[in-house]
């Protein structure tokens, strides 16, 4: 049975690892990304911030899983008096998630189901693009939203990414905020690690790849590693034009869902 090596961050990697396996998918985990807590000085003021001032926004839009995890693990009251509006009728604030697995973690912190938006279940793709179909109609003049993301090199105001998000909500009369709720660096690779990834370059293995950073770091860690032999399945278009700049010689699409993955793995193995 061909491997699959799963590049999520830890602990996630492990998760998948263990749920593939209950499909009889043989996955091991090659964690790629580190995520961890904000410690960067002035990125942690602007996080204490926006926790403080959640009634200033129409909604808070996470970018991931971990960004909800990381921005509620300090234990946010989200419906506390003091965070949300005090006068009716003014409604609360929106929650918008990209995908199912962050709508997950967001009801796993205590957000109701009916507060969180996102692409229909069975959109094509899970990502800004989608999301934006779902929750443009909610934006025009005077309307704030917070965008929950992650910080990685180099750092910027507020962390990275979801620019184009941003550019539409700006568009629509909307007003943007960023804030960083976790830190994402590249994991460093030990000796059994770099082993595994050489023979995963051209023994058949099946890589699979939920960021660009992911492969970036693979390819900062490896620089001379050839990866023409080597098959990958990623879960968004720039995921994969990223592999093919890498050098992955076979590269896959599919939607990020576990059963989606599981299926398209199983087509291809």
Not at 28 to 48: F, G, K, S
Not at 54 to 73: R, T
Not at 82 to 100: D, I, M, V, Y
């Amino acid at each position: 049975m061909t491997r699959v090596l799963i590049t999520r961050p830890s602990p996630e990697a492990e998760r998948w690892v263990e749920q593939l396996r209950a499909l009889h998918i043989d996955a091991e985990a090659l964690p790629l990304l580190a995520i961890t807590a904000v410690r960067d000085p002035q990125l942690q003021v602007e996080l204490t911030a926006a926790r403080s001032g959640l009634k200033n926004f129409h909604a808070l839009m996470f970018v991931s899983g971990n960004a909800a995890a990381e921005f509620l693990a300090a234990g946010v009251d989200l419906f506390q008096a003091s965070a949300l509006p005090q006068s009716l009728p003014q409604p609360l604030p929106r929650f918008w998630s990209p995908g199912p697995g962050t709508a997950r973690a967001l009801m796993s912190a205590g957000v109701p189901a009916g507060l969180i938006d996102g692409p229909a279940d069975d959109s094509g793709q899970f990502d800004s693009e989608s999301l934006w179909l779902a929750v443009g109609p909610q934006i025009g003049p005077g309307k704030r939203v917070l965008i929950v993301r992650g910080a990685s090199s180099p750092q910027v105001k507020g962390g990275n990414g979801r620019d184009w998000l941003a550019a539409q909500i700006t568009a629509a009369g909307g007003e943007v905020e960023f804030v960083a709720a976790y830190e994402r660096t590249g994991s460093q690779l030990d000796s059994a690690a770099k082993d595994l990834a050489a023979r995963a370059a051209s023994d058949g293995t099946l890589w699979f790849f939920s960021s660009s950073e992911a492969i970036q770091n693979l390819t900062l860690e490896m620089p001379q590693t050839s990866w023409d032999k080597a098959c990958a399945l990623v879960t968004h278009p720039r995921i994969a034009h990223a592999a093919r700049a890498a050098g992955f010689g076979h590269v896959s699409e599919c939607r990020p869902t576990l059963q989606e993955v599981a299926t398209s793995i199983k087509s291809l193995v």
